[in-house]
């Protein structure tokens, strides 16, 4: 009877400290996500503070209309839209891990505002407002992507030039949505520090932390089958990027210390279409635009002057 309960015990105990790691890695409750104007004193955003809070303050002065769209699995996803032209290209941008569509959208609002291109700037699932308490590292997040640009097709009519434009997770995940098949004005895609697929960010993120990388992937994958219902093998942007034949603008800090540069040379020799990459000298990860704006408008106004 002593061994049965001991075995009980220990496997509550495991099960307990599984979820336990899921939640930690995956979920993201409302009552987690900060404030747009509580701007992390981290390495990747203290330098920046003020122009973000500025940048900050301009949205929010700069009128906007809150839209939202259903997701393929039932949660409700929200976004801003900022008309400044009528009938001017649209860019839709995705965040990324635990991001906001403020810190993360910073050099995509600056542009837009000041080239007069209309601008979507989206809360991912478990982010901002919309609903979800999942993040899924891009595989559940193409959908999401597809969608949006679905959305904006239908709103503004087939003739309306969209760019899909996403830093970090968002990066990725408008890559992969790319596989999904997206509307026909879409006509390129911005991918600012964007990983080569959700396994390989994660076993990273072990590896950088000086833990064994394939048991505790294992486990992770495990756990986000078990508890989150999704596969973390099931998406893969150098492959979605393979099938690209639309242009594509990549973009990567020199100092990344989140998603290394060798992850967007990787994609950037996996893709066949027409293609530009963009090295910003100095910056760490999704800082790129904060490190050296003028280089990061020069090389997006570019691309998307040349592309509708």
């Given at each position: 009877m002593k061994v049965l309960v001991t075995a009980v015990f220990l496997l509550l105990l495991i099960s307990v400290s599984m979820y336990g790691l899921y939640r930690v890695v995956f979920c993201h409750p409302l009552r987690r996500r900060p404030d747009v104007r509580c701007i992390p004193d981290s390495n990747l955003y203290r330098a920046y503070k003020d122009r973000m809070l500025e940048c900050l303050e301009d949205m929010e002065k700069t009128p906007c209309e809150e839209v939202s769209i259903l997701s393929m699995d039932g949660l409700r996803l929200y976004g801003k839209l900022y008309q400044m032209k009528k009938g001017a290209p649209l860019l839709i941008s995705f965040h990324g891990f635990h991001g906001t569509y403020a810190w993360d959208g910073y050099g995509f609002f600056k542009l837009c505002k000041k080239n007069g291109f209309n601008i979507l700037m989206v809360d991912e699932r478990a982010h901002g407002k919309s609903e979800g308490n999942v993040i899924t590292f891009g595989v559940m997040e193409r959908y999401d992507c597809k969608l949006w640009a679905e959305y904006a097709r239908k709103r503004f009519g087939k003739d309306t030039d969209i760019?899909?434009?996403?830093?970090?997770?968002?990066?990725?995940?408008?890559?992969?949505?790319?596989?999904?098949?997206?509307?026909?004005n879409v006509k390129a895609i911005i991918e600012d520090c964007g990983y080569s697929e959700p396994a390989a960010i994660i076993k990273e993120t072990i590896r950088a932390m000086k833990l064994p990388v394939k048991p505790l992937y294992q486990l992770l994958k495990f756990c986000a089958r078990f508890f989150g219902h999704f596969d973390l093998e099931a998406a893969d942007a150098v492959r979605a990027v393979r099938q690209l034949t639309i242009p594509i603008l990549f973009i990567h800090g020199a100092k990344d210390s989140v998603?290394?540069?060798?992850?967007?040379?990787?994609?950037?020799?996996?893709?066949?279409?027409?293609?530009?990459?963009?090295?910003?000298?100095?910056?760490?990860?999704?800082?790129?635009?904060?490190?050296?704006?003028?280089?990061?408008?020069?090389?997006?106004?570019?691309?998307?002057?040349?592309?509708?």
């Open positions: 760019f899909l434009a996403g830093v970090s997770m968002g990066a990725a995940s408008v890559m992969m949505s790319y596989e999904l098949g997206l509307p026909g998603v290394p540069p060798s992850m967007g040379a990787e994609l950037y020799e996996a893709c066949k279409a027409k293609k530009e990459y963009v090295l910003i000298a100095g910056a760490d990860h999704a800082n790129s635009a904060m490190t050296d704006y003028e280089t990061y408008e020069k090389a997006v106004l570019r691309f998307i002057v040349q592309n509708f």
